[in-house]
């Protein structure tokens, strides 16, 4: 069974750029979660969704954060404008139902 | 909302010795998740409990779920290289499955 797929791995960008990531779940998982994980401290949820809806998006900042999921399988994040404090590992993560949440392996983005 | 303490925040043993971390909750919960993460990579799920009292292992690790349902507790015994990296518990936050992280223990392994 293949697992979270995201990309890119690595991104570098200048502060006021924008940047959007990606994400594949696992297939048939309904739920699929954004994190940030700031170096050193545990991942920080941003928004959960449930197929194509929105569960819960109360820590996303929504000035400058949006995400999608259209079609309940793919999502993107996307920053417009970045600050240099985003600078973080975007993690993706899905479920089928269960708490049990499988990852991705991250796209560490750097703001300078 | 809810938090999630680890301790320790770090520790550091030689090859061989047996390791032991907890984290504790500012509520009830009803299900804790164990997940060990490596250097450049997400986090994988190493043990997952549903049950006050409950106790479960998966090779030299084994993870108790408090009976007070505020606390749980990771033991590794004997440890090996591989086993470096940073552990993280995880529980439900509030919401529909929302899942919130401690701040993780860090492990680094003497040879």
């Known amino acids: 069974e293949a697992g979270v797929a995201q990309s890119p791995r690595y991104k570098i960008i200048e502060k006021r750029q924008s940047v959007a990531f990606w994400c594949n779940p696992i297939s048939g998982h309904a739920t699929l979660y954004w994190y940030q994980q700031i170096l050193g401290q545990g991942p920080k949820l941003l928004i959960q969704f449930q197929n194509n809806g929105v569960v819960d998006d109360s820590q996303l900042p929504k000035d400058r954060f949006s995400a999608e999921r259209l079609k309940g399988v793919d999502s993107t994040l996307k920053i417009q404008p970045a600050k240099l404090e985003d600078s973080a590992v975007y993690l993706c993560a899905s479920t089928d139902g269960r708490f049990e949440a499988f990852f991705g392996q991250g796209t560490r983005l750097t703001v300078v | 909302g809810q938090q999630l303490n680890q301790s320790p925040q770090s520790m550091f043993i030689q090859e061989g010795e047996d390791v032991s971390m907890n984290c504790t909750s500012s509520?009830?919960?009803?299900?804790w998740l164990w997940y060990k993460q490596d250097p450049g990579e997400g986090p994988v799920l190493l043990i997952a409990l549903y049950k006050a009292g409950e106790l479960t292992s998966n090779g030299r690790l084994t993870a108790q779920f408090g009976i007070t349902r505020k606390d749980s507790f990771l033991n590794i015994s004997a440890s090996i290289p591989s086993d470096v990296g940073i552990y993280f518990c995880a529980g439900p936050g509030q919401g529909a499955q929302k899942l919130v992280f401690g701040q993780g223990t860090r492990l680094t392994i003497n040879p």
């Open positions: 509520s009830i919960f009803n299900t």
